[in-house]
C-alpha cells in the first residue's frame, strides 16, 4: 500500500490519531495547566484589552483568567465583537475540552460570559475558528458567575495558542479559563497503539 506524504494527509493522520486518543487516553480530562502559573506564567496571557479603571485596577488582566482564580478578564468595552482572550501554551497540544468560569467579588458585579467561540493557532500568525458543519460553534458558556461548564470538543484540535472570543455575556464579558488535552509530543508514546488503528507505518 502507498503512503502519501502530502501535507494535508499527514494533518490528516495526526488530527485522526488524536481523535483516537481522545477516546481512549483521557484527553478530555487531561488540563494543560492554564490554571497553574508554574506551568503557563502571566506573560503568556494576552487579550485584546482590559478594563481598567486606574493604574492600581488590576482584576480584569489577561493573567487573572485561570480557571477558579481570585479574578477574572474582562476587556475594555463591552460592545466589541472582536474582543477575545488569548494564552499560549508553551508547546502545541491536542485540546479536546475547553472550560470558562466567570468572575465575581463583593467589590465587583457579578459577570460572567453566556456564550464563545474559540480560535486556535499552533504559529501566532495563522488563525483558524474551531466549526462545526462548516459554521463557526458557538459554545455555551455560564449561567452564573463561578461554576464551571466545561464542554468536550467535538473532534481534537492541534493548538499552541488559543483565543476565547466571547459573543454574549450577563453584565461583563468576564472569563476564567482551562484547555484540556495531551501534548502532542506525547502521542508519539502511542506510536504502536495508533499503527494498529491505520494498518500502515
Known amino acids: 500500500m502507498e503512503v502519501r506524504s502530502d501535507g494535508r494527509y499527514v494533518y490528516f493522520r495526526v488530527i485522526f490519531a488524536i481523535f483516537l486518543l481522545h477516546r481512549t487516553q483521557g484527553c478530555q480530562d487531561s488540563p494543560v495547566g492554564i490554571a497553574d502559573s508554574s506551568i503557563i506564567p502571566d506573560d503568556r496571557f494576552t487579550a485584546s484589552s482590559y478594563y481598567t479603571r486606574d493604574a492600581s485596577d488590576t482584576r480584569y488582566k489577561p493573567k487573572e483568567a485561570r480557571l477558579n482564580g481570585a479574578m477574572g478578564w474582562g476587556p475594555n468595552t463591552k460592545t466589541d465583537p472582536n474582543d477575545y482572550l488569548q494564552i499560549d501554551l508553551g508547546q502545541v497540544y491536542a485540546i479536546c475540552a475547553v472550560a470558562t468560569q ?40 455560564n449561567t452564573d458567575y463561578n461554576t464551571v461548564v466545561k464542554n468536550v ?49
Open 153 to 201: 470538543l467535538d473532534y481534537p484540535v492541534l493548538v499552541r495558542f488559543i483565543r476565547f472570543i466571547p459573543t454574549d455575556y450577563s453584565t461583563w464579558k468576564a472569563l476564567r479559563v482551562e484547555a484540556y488535552g495531551l501534548e502532542k509530543r506525547k502521542s508519539e508514546h502511542h506510536k504502536d497503539y495508533l499503527k494498529t488503528f491505520f494498518f500502515f507505518g
Open 102 to 141: 466567570g468572575f465575581g467579588t463583593n467589590k465587583s458585579p457579578n459577570e460572567w460570559t453566556t456564550q464563545y467561540k474559540i480560535s486556535t493557532s499552533v504559529n501566532n500568525g495563522n488563525w483558524t475558528t474551531y466549526k462545526t458543519s462548516n459554521a463557526d460553534k458557538l459554545f455555551p458558556g
